[in-house]
């Protein structure tokens, strides 16, 4: 009988170690799309839609990724239900467009 070789081990890709990485910064203290970019080592917009998926798939352990909203530096509006992990633009009070970036955080949730 012919033998099949076996298919070699599939190493995991960048994605997952970035994901990875950014979901034990996010453990540890919170973080912005900004600063997760510079500790991570990828482009500020690539951020989002790690931490989007991050989001989706860390409830599995009991965990949920906590969102400080955005806010205007000039009038203080917060983004209160800004569904989108990205920085806004601009403020829909005073048009500034001076926003404080939304900070992360991974915190575990209690099993009461």
Not at 34 to 58: F, G, K, N, W, Y
Not at 100 to 111: N, V
């Given at each position: 009988?012919?033998?099949?070789?076996?298919?070699?081990?599939?190493?995991?890709?960048?994605?997952?170690?970035?994901?990875?990485?950014?979901?034990?910064l996010?453990?540890?203290?919170?973080?912005?799309?900004?600063?997760?970019?510079?500790?991570?080592?990828?482009?500020?917009?690539?951020?989002?839609?790690?931490?989007?998926?991050?989001?989706?798939?860390?409830?599995?352990?009991?965990?949920?990724?906590?969102?400080?909203?955005?806010?205007?530096?000039?009038?203080?509006?917060?983004?209160?239900?800004?569904?989108?992990?990205?920085?806004?633009?601009?403020?829909?009070?005073?048009?500034?467009?001076?926003?404080?970036?939304?900070?992360f955080?991974?915190?575990?949730?209690?099993?009461?």
């Amino acid at each position: 009988m012919k033998q099949i070789p076996k298919k070699p081990a599939v190493p995991r890709t960048a994605q997952e170690t970035i994901r990875h990485a950014i979901i034990d910064l996010l453990h540890e203290q919170t973080f912005s799309a900004m600063e997760i970019s510079a500790e991570v080592r990828i482009p500020e917009r690539d951020v989002c839609d790690h931490l989007e998926h991050i989001r989706q798939t860390i409830h599995v352990s009991g965990a949920v990724l906590q969102v400080t909203p955005a806010e205007c530096r000039k009038c203080g509006f917060v983004f209160t239900k800004r569904d989108r992990l990205s920085s806004p633009s601009k403020c829909p009070v005073c048009r500034n467009e001076a926003i404080l970036e939304p900070l992360f955080k991974i915190r575990q949730m209690s099993h009461c």
